[in-house]
């Protein structure tokens, strides 16, 4: 056996784990792969012992079965033609006001973040439906790509996110909690995102211009009730699932369950539901509930070394010996977490990182709930960060060729939203109550 310090075996599995994205090999075969080769080499075949262990903990966790029961929801509500429903009716309310085709983009999103929680599916679904609408309407590239983009991605914080369900075990925290604190700075990220689109189409009219008269000539009453029927059943669906656990009534693994069986009952009420649809949306559910737990103990073999060779202490030494104070510590944090988010998928960040900074930021002093939070909002911006945008990828993929959208178009796109989380971030330092109210009204 080889005799590493600490310091050096912070600086060689991180530093493993860095070169080996870099070169473009899968993910968790990384982290197990650097957590086998450093294991081995210090402690011998006993690492083994410690793989099995760290194993049948993670898969031994009740709260982790929400995860493949969220994917089937959010899957599921995809195939029941929901989010055209919304659109069209959205569109007849606010086509009339220049931005008004993105901001209907935008609340659609914030809709389905509350409805689908995985971010491939929204931003998939927002480039196939609103993107085609506002480009042949003139709406500038970089801002129709830019609002897919930042719309799509807010289902990774407002709940029923998966992150969240995956964030709690990590950090030790109630899932139901994360969920009502994550709410509201979802609700103001989208509210940031609206105010911008329409200040920016105010002073810059000729990005988004109003849509054609003629395509909204509807009666008042059928607007009304195409408003209503597409709002109303995700709106239950939301409050089956979310008003279940506000009120103690389930967790979030059996508040999962209920989502599921509504969504699948909602794509039999729009006559959207065949056998085609529930094979595809079972084996779709498997392949990602698999890529989550494979990513999950790969990252499980990985801290479980690191920790156990001190790599933690180091790790907490250097973020709590840092200038400034606890705000000095914290601002830390927020850097490392957004610069992890431009190389690896935010899975591999939460399972590595969430063990590691989870005591630093107890022994700063911040309420723990919010301190998570925070670090869910940042990595909003994982998705929209390039090189490794996940957001921009799922956009160029679903977006149809004839559109003209560019890779450099969406970039431009996104930034703006990038600051706006930032500002997001701000506020919620400056207004912690911004996290912390709604989970302290909870029925416990």
């Known amino acids: 056996m080889i005799q590493l310090s600490p310091e050096t075996i912070t600086i060689i599995m991180f530093g493993g784990v860095l070169v080996g994205v870099l070169s473009g090999y899968y993910l968790a075969a990384i982290i197990a792969g650097v957590a086998l080769i450093v294991g081995y080499l210090t402690w011998g075949t006993p690492v083994t012992q410690l793989f099995y262990t760290r194993m049948w903990e993670l898969v031994r966790n009740y709260v982790l079965l929400a995860v493949p029961l ?20 959205l569109y007849l309310w606010l086509g009339e006001l220049r931005g008004g085709l993105a901001i209907s983009t935008m ?5 389905l973040a509350a409805c689908v929680g ?86 810059q009219p000729n990005m988004a211009p ?8 509807v009666p008042f009453r059928k607007k009304t009730t195409m408003l209503a029927t597409s709002l109303v059943p995700p709106s239950l669906l939301i409050l089956a699932v979310l008003g279940s ?80 104070g606890r705000w000095g510590s914290f601002a830390v944090i927020m850097v490392i977490i957004f610069v ?4 690896l998928d935010w899975l591999g960040i939460v399972f590595i990182m ?23 909002v940042n990595l909003q911006m994982s998705f929209l960060t390039p090189p490794f945008a996940y957001a921009i990828f799922y956009l160029r993929a679903a977006a149809e060729p004839g559109l003209g959208i560019t890779t450099a178009d969406v970039i431009r796109g996104v930034i703006p939203f990038v600051i706006l989380i930032l500002v997001g971030l701000g506020l919620c ?12 009204k909870m029925i416990k």
């Open 210 to 217: 109003a849509a054609p008269a003629e395509e909204r000539t």
């Open 107 to 111: 609340l659609i999103g914030t809709i």
């Open 354 to 376: 969430v063990p590691i900074i989870t005591p630093a930021g107890a022994a700063l002093g911040f309420d723990p709930l919010w301190f998570a939070l925070m670090v869910c």
């Open 70 to 89: 969220f994917i089937l929801m959010g899957l599921m509500l995809e195939h029941s033609g929901i989010a055209e429903r919304m659109y069209d009716a």
């Open 340 to 343: 992890l988010g431009m190389f």
């Open 118 to 203: 995985v971010v491939g599916a929204s931003v998939t679904m927002l480039a196939l439906i609103g993107l085609p609408a506002m480009i042949r309407r003139g709406y500038d590239k970089s801002l129709a790509s830019g609002t897919v983009c930042a719309g799509g991605t807010l289902g990774i914080l407002i709940p029923p996110s998966v992150m969240l369900v995956i964030y709690g075990p990590m950090a030790v925290l109630s899932v139901g909690r994360l969920f009502m604190g994550a709410i509201v700075p979802g609700l103001v990220l989208s509210g940031l995102y609206c105010s911008y689109i329409a200040l920016r189409c105010l002073f």
């Open 245 to 324: 656990i506000f009120v103690g009534v389930a967790p979030p693994t059996e508040a999962a369950g209920i989502g599921a069986f509504a969504a699948t009952l909602l794509a039999i009420a729009y006559r959207k539901f065949t056998w085609r649809v529930l094979r595809d949306t079972v084996v779709q559910t498997l392949k990602l509930s698999s890529m989550v737990m494979f990513i999950a103990v790969c990252s499980y073999m990985f801290t479980g070394v690191f920790l156990g060779l001190g790599g933690g202490n180091v790790a907490k030494d250097f973020i709590l010996g840092a200038p400034g």
């Open 429 to 440: 330092i400056a207004f912690p109550e911004i996290i912390l109210w709604l989970p302290g």
